[in-house]
């Protein structure tokens, strides 16, 4: 199960049904970042493909040299776009791709209007999700949820990519559901429609034990999102942002005009596909090694390059060397700059602090910690917030609760009204009141003791010894102890056997702290295949604001439409 290779697939096969010859390719706004991010631009050129192009950009050039590729959303604006070209048609022919299932009626309006008849196919592939690492995806959606309902146009646009992420894995799954989400349930019965709807489409080979679609909601842990983390690629985005795959590093002081925005993307970097999911130690001393090593095939000055055969030498390497130096320069520069905000915003204390909100039961310890940070004039007004909530969902019930004392604190500090709100509307958000799960304190003797054990070795790192909570329910899940009561089944049916394929659905959105535990489990546990996917794939930023946005705190508290991120 490879969500990347999955979307990769259906491009390969795009582009190769068209034929040889020069094409273009027309996207949309979302197939745009679809594509961009399995693809480099290179490797569709070596694919004939010259030309990239918006639907919706109204100055393109009638090139009738040229074979058109479609790859759009079903959508009804698309539907219309794709209707006016090919009345007017600017290529020679055109291959049409839905990465959706479209109705019969707009194939029906599209067929009338090829009066020149161009239209040589068109075709439904399912790649209607980003597919950010082989094991996770993301559908780019925030402000989800209104209170505790859906955003009403944003169900629709996520039934669609849930289902076609199962269309190209070729999976029907059996569904479970958090229940206490209505949220979930909806979306469970919601995908489970049009496996029903689109039978023929599900209809794939049985395998011995059926797939399982597992549909959770965020509010269950609001804590995960609000942590600060340091395993390279959790690191960037929670420090720098990662947005398909791109980082805007254009205010990091004295940058260099070639890196004001870098791309870093497993597929084709490989440092970064082997520093991933590693920790901000180890990092600094791999790229110490990579610079060493660079150094070493470094041509020195102009000595070696005195016969023909060392220049030709020296050229044949270049592209190479090229590529190894703009590898080593991207990745210097984006660790500095985390290392810079390490230091700057005083991380190590600040995370540690979190950390022992998060995974230690003292509160007199962590009321002391987090007032002594408040005070802390160079810790940041993100971090003084972060750590306000992190007590706030902890201690929430707690007798000697100093919240409100906390709350003056983040006044006479100056943080803005906005942000002092979202305390109380992640309160609301995932609090007590709200969870189905028992996220902070366990209640079974098991989970008691291995907290009681954990706190008798140590941790072998204080800043990373929390998990999340969907390692919990994961780890239950493939030992066949998941509650029915809290995760019930959709429909009469429910599974024997100990699960094989899992696709696991975050209303709300995933962190990459998740997938770094879905991709432990996946490497430590032998038959077992995990997919993590979300509504999208929050930092701590992100985070508050979907959380500010389903309180209707979001934009001056006034009703919006869902955002594109």
């Avoid at 009804?76 to 007017?88: C, P």
């Avoid at 209505?182 to 599900?202: N, P």
């Avoid at 942590?227 to 004295?254: C, F, K």
């Avoid at 070696?304 to 991207?330: C, R, W």
Wanted: aromatic share 8%; with cysteine.
């Amino acid at each position: 199960m490879n969500v990347t290779l999955a979307v990769k697939q259906y491009i390969s096969k795009m582009i190769e049904s068209s034929g040889p010859g020069m094409k273009v390719l027309l996207m949309d706004k979302e197939t745009t970042s679809i594509v961009s991010m399995v693809y480099t631009q290179s490797e569709i050129l070596q694919k004939e493909v010259y030309l990239f192009e918006r639907i919706d950009s109204q100055n393109r050039d009638n090139m009738k040299h040229l074979k058109a590729i479609c790859f759009l959303r079903p959508t009804k604006e698309n539907v219309e776009n794709l209707i006016q070209e090919l009345r007017r048609p600017k290529y020679s022919v055109y291959f049409i791709y839905f990465s959706n299932v479209i109705s019969k009626s707009e194939v029906k309006a599209l067929a009338e209007a090829d009066e020149q008849e161009v239209v040589a196919e068109v075709q439904e592939f399912y790649g209607d999700f980003i597919a950010v690492n082989p094991h996770l995806f993301s559908l780019n959606l925030q402000g989800v949820a209104r209170g505790r309902s859906w955003e009403p146009t944003v169900l629709p646009r996520v039934t669609q990519g849930l289902t076609s992420v199962l269309l190209s894995l070729k999976k029907c799954p059996m569904i479970r559901y958090q229940l206490s989400s209505d949220m979930a349930k909806r979306l469970a019965e919601s995908v489970k429609q049009i496996i029903t709807k689109e039978y023929e489409l599900f209809d794939f080979r049985k395998t011995e034990v059926p797939p399982l679609l597992l549909i959770l909601d965020r509010s269950d842990d609001a804590i995960t999102p609000l942590l600060n983390q340091w395993t390279y690629q959790a690191m960037v985005h929670e420090l720098l942002s990662l947005n398909n795959n791109r980082i805007d590093l254009s205010r990091v002081p004295g940058i260099n005009k070639d890196l004001k925005e870098v791309v870093l993307s497993a597929e084709n970097d490989e440092f970064y596909a082997n520093n991933l999911y590693l920790n901000f130690g180890e990092i600094g001393t791999n790229i110490k090694n990579l610079m060493e090593d660079f150094q070493k095939k470094r041509p020195k000055g102009q000595q070696k390059l005195e016969s023909i055969s060392d220049m030709k030498a020296f050229v044949d390497n270049y592209p190479q060397f090229k590529k190894m130096s703009g590898t080593v320069s991207k990745h210097v520069t984006v660790v500095g700059e985390l290392s810079r905000l390490v230091s700057e915003r005083q991380l190590m204390e600040v995370s540690e602090v979190e950390q022992e909100l998060a995974c230690q039961n003292d509160h007199s310890s962590a009321q002391q910690n987090v007032r002594r940070l408040l005070q802390n004039p160079r810790v940041s007004e993100l971090d003084a917030v972060r750590l306000v909530m992190l007590y706030a969902l902890r201690y929430e019930r707690h007798s000697s609760s100093i919240l409100s004392s906390l709350m003056e604190e983040l006044n006479r500090r100056g943080v803005s009204e906005k942000y002092r709100k979202m305390v109380q509307a992640m309160i609301d958000y995932g609090g007590k009141r709200v969870r189905g799960s028992d996220l902070i304190t366990p209640t079974d003797a098991v989970a008691i003791t291995k907290q009681f054990f954990k706190g008798l070795k140590g941790v072998e790192n204080v800043y990373t010894q929390h998990q999340p909570l969907l390692h919990d329910t994961l780890d239950q899940l493939i030992k066949g102890r998941l509650k029915d009561s809290q995760f019930p089944y959709l429909g009469p049916s429910s599974l024997r056997d100990r699960p094989q394929d899992i696709i696991v659905f975050i209303i709300g959105g995933a962190t990459y702290e998740e997938a770094l535990t879905v991709y432990n489990l996946n490497r430590t546990m032998p038959g077992v295949r995990i997919v993590l996917g979300g509504t999208t794939i929050h930092n701590t930023k992100s985070f508050m604001e979907e959380v500010a946005l389903a309180a209707g705190l979001g934009h001056g508290g006034a009703s919006r439409p869902p955002t594109r991120r």
